[in-house]
């Protein structure tokens, strides 16, 4: 979608390599009435019935497979190949259970395969939005690279999430007593504080100096443990790239 947003003309190139399709994985509202509250078994098979009556005339229209298992360890096989498809891993639901919006649980479940993760120096910092207006929130992070016969630090994440209020506060009284430079919004920090970020996808990216774009990154941890030369390198996190990317 990064290749479409902004464009008020979409070329034929980008028509070829973004293609764009419609994925239904449920049907809410079915001659005008709205079904919702009705079994899930039952919303599939009229989500079906109006897949195949559509199909030929709406060509990128596609229905969502439904995974099939003999018991719970062919199923934890399964969904070990979802980073390989571009997945997080398997939604799990109760075929009598209606259409719920919101985090309820009980019904439907998130079963995600383990994230990857590298360890990264925090690098920049910008203000949150919100509650968070008055706090260095969103970080830049970087791992270590070999240059001209030297050791440099190349941004490939930001991620804004996975901290506790209270580690917050410090990493905003960090970046305030270590500020380096500003670029409008944005500080640069003394590279001393290392996290471990967790993220669910790695691909190759000619937009990023690191050459990889990562899917859904976030800090896992806060390594106290860590210095900045305990950081991975950029070396390792390509080894990941070669091991899990989509290239």
């Known amino acids: ?25 449920d ?43 003999a018991d719970w360890k062919v199923l934890a096989n399964l969904r070990e190949q979802s980073r390989s498809l571009m997945a997080e891993g398997f939604m799990i639901k109760r075929k009598n259970s209606t259409y719920q ?17 590298i360890d990264g120096v925090l690098i920049n910092a910008q203000r949150g939005t919100g509650r968070r207006s008055g706090l260095y929130t969103d970080y830049t992070f970087a791992v270590w690279d070999e240059y001209n016969g030297s050791q440099r630090l190349v941004p490939f994440a930001k991620a804004y999430s996975g901290l506790t209020d209270d580690e917050i506060r410090k990493v905003d009284a960090f970046v305030k007593r270590n500020t380096r430079e500003k670029f409008g ?18 691909q190759r990216s000619s937009r ?18 860590k210095s900045a030369e305990d950081a991975n390198t950029l070396v390792e996190l390509r080894e990941l790239l070669d091991l899990y990317g989509n290239n």
């Open 27 to 69: 049907l809410l509202e079915w001659d005008g009435d709205d079904i919702r509250e009705s079994p899930l078994e039952k919303r599939r098979k009229q989500l079906k019935e109006l897949y195949e009556n559509t199909k030929e005339s709406i060509p990128p229209f596609q229905l969502s497979d439904v995974v099939e298992a």
């Open 101 to 117: 919006v919101g985090r309820k649980r009980g019904d439907w479940w998130k079963w995600k395969v383990d994230p990857l993760t």
């Open 208 to 225: 990023h100096k690191s050459g990889v774009a990562l899917r859904f990154p976030r800090i896992l941890r806060w390594r106290l443990d």
């Open 185 to 202: 919004p944005v500080r640069s920090v003394n590279p001393e504080l290392v996290f471990e970020i967790a993220f669910e996808g790695i």
């Open 1 to 25: 979608m990064q290749t479409r947003i902004g464009r008020k003309n979409v070329t034929k190139t980008i028509l070829k390599n973004a293609p764009i399709v419609v994925r239904a994985y």
